[in-house]
C-alpha cells in the first residue's frame, strides 16, 4: 500500500522526470534475472538531485512516523537503500544500521553494520520491491538479532502478487512512497507513454513473465 495519493503521484512524477524509471515497451529491457521488462528501475539516481532527494527524506519521515510511530533505528537495505536510509534517520535524528545480503567473509563477519542494541524498534527503508525476496532477507537478519521490526518503507514497488504473499507471509507490513498503477497514471499525463501502451505495462504487472527471458 501506499502513504497517500498525493506523494504517490509527486514522487512518480519526479522518478520519470529524472529517469530514475524508464518505460519502453516496444523495445523491453532486460533485467539481471533474465526476465523481458518494459520498466527499468534505479531509484539510487535520486541520491544525485538534492531537491529530490529531500523531497523524498522528508516524506519517508513524515510518513513513517505517521504509520509506524518513531521507531529506534532505521536500517537500510544493503546496496541500494543505504544512501536513503541515512537521510532519513538524519531527518528523525535517529541511528542508522544497514543490512548486507549476507555476513561478511572477513574481519568481523558482519551482516548488519552500526552499532545496535537488541530488541529494540526498527523500520527498514528499501529502494525498490519486486518480489521482495533479498528486502526480506534483511528483516530475516535483522530479526536473527533479535530486533522488533514495525514495518517496512520503500521507494517504489511493482506490486507483484508473489512480493504481496511473500511479505504476508513473512508478517511484514510494506508501505511505500509509490507504486506501480499510479506511475501509469502519471506517465499519461504527463506523456511520458500513450493511452494505448497503458493496456500493455498493466497486462506485464499482473503477469511478468509473460514476456519470457
Not at 544512501?83 to 568481523?108: D, M, N, S, T
Not at 517496512?152 to 510494506?174: P, R, S
Not at 504527463?190 to 519470457?212: C, F, H, M, R
Request: contains cysteine.
Amino acid at each position: 500500500m501506499i502513504f497517500n495519493d498525493n506523494t504517490a503521484q509527486k514522487t512518480a512524477e519526479l522518478l520519470l522526470q529524472i529517469n530514475a524509471i524508464k518505460l519502453n515497451p516496444k523495445n523491453p529491457f532486460t533485467w539481471a534475472s533474465g526476465w523481458k521488462s518494459p520498466i527499468y528501475c534505479d531509484n539510487r539516481i535520486t541520491l544525485s538531485f538534492p531537491e529530490i532527494r529531500r523531497f523524498l527524506k522528508n516524506e519517508f519521515a513524515a510518513n513513517i512516523v505517521e504509520k509506524f510511530g518513531k521507531p529506534d533505528y532505521i536500517a537500510g537495505v544493503a546496496t541500494g537503500a543505504i544512501g536513503i536510509g541515512l537521510l532519513v534517520a538524519e531527518a528523525l535524528e535517529l541511528p542508522f544500521i544497514y543490512v548486507r545480503p549476507e555476513a561478511k567473509k572477513h574481519g568481523r563477519q558482519n551482516q548488519i553494520e552500526g552499532q545496535f542494541e537488541a530488541g529494540k524498534s526498527v523500520v527498514v527503508v528499501e529502494d525498490l520491491i519486486s518480489t521482495g525476496k533479498s528486502s526480506l532477507q534483511a528483516v530475516d537478519a535483522l530479526r536473527a538479532a533479535d530486533a522488533n521490526i514495525l514495518g517496512m518503507a520503500a521507494i517504489f514497488t511493482y506490486g507483484f502478487d508473489v512480493a504481496a504473499e511473500n511479505f504476508k507471509n513473512a508478517d511484514i507490513q510494506l508501505v511505500t512512497l509509490s507504486n506501480y498503477p499510479t506511475l501509469l497514471k502519471a506517465a499519461v499525463e504527463k506523456n511520458y507513454i500513450s493511452q494505448e501502451e497503458v493496456a500493455t505495462l498493466s497486462d506485464w504487472s499482473k503477469d511478468p513473465s509473460i514476456w519470457g527471458v
